[in-house]
């Protein structure tokens, strides 16, 4: 058994706190962004867009994130805490609508500059893993979408949230929906019959839908939302949602002339 008992402050510069959360999402973009430039990105043209499109990620990962969570995650709080909407550091991103903020803004990029948009969202698809693994460590450092209970050997006690033993289903989705994702679809986007554009961002919404939904068997569900239909959890339906928008999207891009 593992005791987590670990600060979520990173440093402090003065009175300034710096906390791994903050510090996952800024590593995550810019790894990506080096990744994409460094290997991944061969026309001039392209290089230089990437680099404006990198200002539109951001506000779309960091609004859609905190919009997503507030509203699908825990509406009645921040209606009498409205405030506290903008107190991002403390937590409380959603990925699904993350998810949706990044292909928002990358469509209106690509129209902008007539580009066709799924272009940057295959790139997007392939860095978005590292972005991922990074916050699900920083989930685990803030004690937070902690796992369910378990004796297994290798569980661990949240110190600030209880003293039981728990998954540590942090770690689980930063393998899978992390290192396992970015290996599968740098793998795939190197094979010819995944060249078209589309097919790769919509196999990572596929991916990372499954991963998703099997994981959140070890994850305990946000307390103010609970378990609901059939006892799933709000990011396993959501996970089936996706799973078959992406399944239906890839079948549309695999059989376009």
């Avoid at 509406?75 to 506290?84: H, T």
């Avoid at 289903?169 to 899978?176: L, N, P, R, V, W």
């Amino acid at each position: 058994m593992f005791i987590n008992n670990f600060d979520p402050v990173a440093f402090q510069i003065f009175s300034f706190e710096i906390r791994w959360y903050s510090l996952a999402y800024v590593f995550g973009i810019i790894f990506g962004w080096a990744y994409c430039k460094k290997k991944l990105i061969k026309d001039q043209k392209l290089l230089n867009l990437f680099d404006d499109l990198i200002t539109y990620l951001i506000i779309g990962i960091i609004v859609g994130g905190r919009l997503g969570y507030v509203i699908f995650y825990n509406l009645e709080y921040y209606l009498k805490n409205f405030s506290e909407i903008l107190m991002i550091w403390n937590g409380g991103m959603s990925f699904h609508g993350g998810l949706i903020g990044i292909i928002f803004v990358t469509v209106i990029f690509s129209k902008k500059h007539k580009i066709d948009s799924y272009i940057f969202l295959e790139l997007i698809a392939l860095v978005a893993p590292i972005g991922i693994f990074l916050g699900r460590i920083a989930n685990f450092i803030n004690s937070e979408l902690y796992g369910r209970e378990t004796d297994i050997i290798w569980s661990v006690k949240f110190v600030a949230i209880d003293n039981v033993s728990r998954h540590p289903s942090q770690i689980y989705e930063a393998i899978f929906e992390g290192l396992v994702l970015f290996f599968l679809l740098n793998h795939f986007a190197k094979k010819d019959n995944f060249n078209k554009p589309g097919l790769i961002s919509c196999l990572f919404i596929i991916l990372y839908s499954l991963f998703r939904f099997i994981l959140e068997f070890f994850r305990a569900p946000d307390t103010q939302v609970g378990y609901l239909v059939f006892q799933l959890t709000l990011g396993q339906l959501f996970s089936i949602v996706f799973f078959f928008l992406g399944l239906f999207l890839y079948l549309v891009k695999r059989n376009e002339n």
